[in-house]
Each structure stands twice: as C-alpha cells, then as structure tokens.
C-alpha cells in the first residue's frame, strides 16, 4: 500500500471576502446569543455583517437597535436591511435618515414579501415605494453615501416569469445605484454557476455574492426553502436521513456540506460569502476556518 499526501485546497485567505447575516432578536434570551455569535465572529474580520428587517417590517425597531449597536459597540461594519412592504414612503424615508444620523453606511435594499406572504402578488403600500428599483432611487435621494446591496435569485424569484425577467430587473437596481447583489441561498453551486453565466452575459458585472446557509435543522431547512425557491436536491435528503432527533450529528453534516460546497466555488476562483447564520456562531466560525481564515486581532 502506498500512502500519498491527501490532496488539499490551497486557499488563499487573503484574498476572500466575507459577511455574516444576522437577524434582530426577539427576547432578552435570543439577544444574548446574538450577541456573543457577533462577538465570536467578530475577529475573523468581515467585510461587512447584515441585519434582516421582519416581513413587513415587524422588525424595524429592533433592526435599528441591532444595527445600532454594532456601530456603537463593534469595530463591525453593518448593512441594515431595507424592505418597502407595508409602509408609506414618508416612514420608510424616516428609517433611512435614522440610518444616515446613526452612520449607517451601507442597506440592503429589497422590495420584501407581501403581507399576505409568499406566493399573494405584491401591491405597493399607499404613497409607498413600488419595489426595489424605486426603493434605491429613495435612498439615493436622502444621501449618495450608502453603499447599496441587492437581492439575487440563482434558481429565479418564485414570484419570477424567467430569468430574463430577474436579470432586467437586476440592471435596473445596478442602474439605479446598487453594487453588490447577495444571492438566496442554493445547494446545487451549478445553479450559481449557469446564473453567473446569464448574468456576466448580460452585461452585469458588480460582485454576485453567494449566500451560504449552514443547516441548522433540516425539517425548518426544507419549508424555509420551499418559500424560498431554492430546490433541496435528492442528494441533500439523503445526507440528512435519519437525523431529525439528532441535532449535533446533524451541525457536524451541516459544516462538511458547507466547506464542500464553498471548496467547490473557491476552485472555481469565487472569492466573496455572504453567510446566512441564523444567529448562529460555531458552524460559520468552522467553515471560515478551514477556509483558512483566523482571528485578528
Ligand atoms: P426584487 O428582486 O425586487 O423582485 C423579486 C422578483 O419579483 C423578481 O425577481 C421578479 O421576478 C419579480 N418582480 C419584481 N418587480 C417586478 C416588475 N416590475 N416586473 C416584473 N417582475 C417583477 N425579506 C425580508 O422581509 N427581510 C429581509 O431582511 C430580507 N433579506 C433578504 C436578503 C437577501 C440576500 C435575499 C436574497 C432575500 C431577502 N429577503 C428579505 C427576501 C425578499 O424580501 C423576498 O424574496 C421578496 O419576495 C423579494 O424582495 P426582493 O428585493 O428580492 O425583490
């Protein structure tokens, strides 16, 4: 038998670029370990971490207060996410200057769910802003200073007709002033890869940052998903059989599924993760890790 040095990726952690998501907490109990993931994650020295805005904006209280907080507290970057559901332009207008008097830098900017919830067509609010597009043209209007992420969809919108549809509207957030699109999550990097294709072929070049979801729970995973319009491929099911009443086997699946998948986009010279981390530090913190990445001081 020979023995041969395993084959491993060389991956240089100088050159990639992440971002954590986080969502406002609910209770005193959520916010502590919001927090302590925030400081945990902290040192790895992120380009930039995000807090979601509730469907609705049920959130916008505590989204501020979160975002806030980061300022105040972190030597962290936040982007607070933005969305037009449920709200005149006037309130939405008042959240982006509270945003711009705090020293907010950078929003997420999204047209969100209908109150209805997924699937129910989306209606502006009264005198509210009509989607995203419009949404980048208010925020621009306040202050040309917000750097402005948007939302991408590698497996297309569920509300979408086709990609030629998410690609127009993508330019015309690009056109309106956003740098930098996140995609939803997906677990099949092909779905990536062919709409990078689509989208380098129209033209578009601002960075395409994949979302990366690390499975906390498999069962939430999949409904989460579903609403999402990202497909849980056979494979994906297969791996999780037979976990559901074993959470810690099911994180420990969780962080190899994740290092493969991201091995696979670093291979093929993607450089930018955006991290879904449901709040969470340790599986992030595991995969950034074998990314090669290490606390800063
Ligand atoms: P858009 O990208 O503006 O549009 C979504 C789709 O609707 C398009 O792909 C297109 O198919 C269709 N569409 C829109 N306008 C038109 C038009 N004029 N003509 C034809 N078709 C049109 N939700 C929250 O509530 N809070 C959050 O914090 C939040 N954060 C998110 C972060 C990321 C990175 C992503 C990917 C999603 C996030 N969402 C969030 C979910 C998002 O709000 C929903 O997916 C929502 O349904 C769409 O918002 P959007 O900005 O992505 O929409």
Redesign the pocket.
Known sequence: MTFGKRKYLDVNAEQLNISF?FFPPKTSKMETTLWDSIRRLEPLAPKFVSV????GGSTRERTHATVERIVNETKLQPAA?L?C?SATKEDVDQVIHSYKDAGVKHI??????PPEG?GAA?RPFNNGYE???DLIKGIKAISDDFEIS????PE??????GFD??ID??KA?IDAGATRA???FFFENDHFYAFLDKVHAAGIDIPITP?IIPILNFKSMTKFAKA?GATIPNWLNHRYESLENDPKTTQLVSTALAVEQVMDLVENDITDF?FYTLNRADLVYAICHLLGLRPKQ
């Open positions: 998501e979601t805005y509730g469907a996410h969305t559901v997420v900017a999204l047209r969100g769910d997924v989306f989607g995203s597009v948007v939302s991408a969809y297309k919108h569920p509300d979408s007709s549809t998410d509207l993508l957030k996140i995609t939803q979302g999402s955006h």
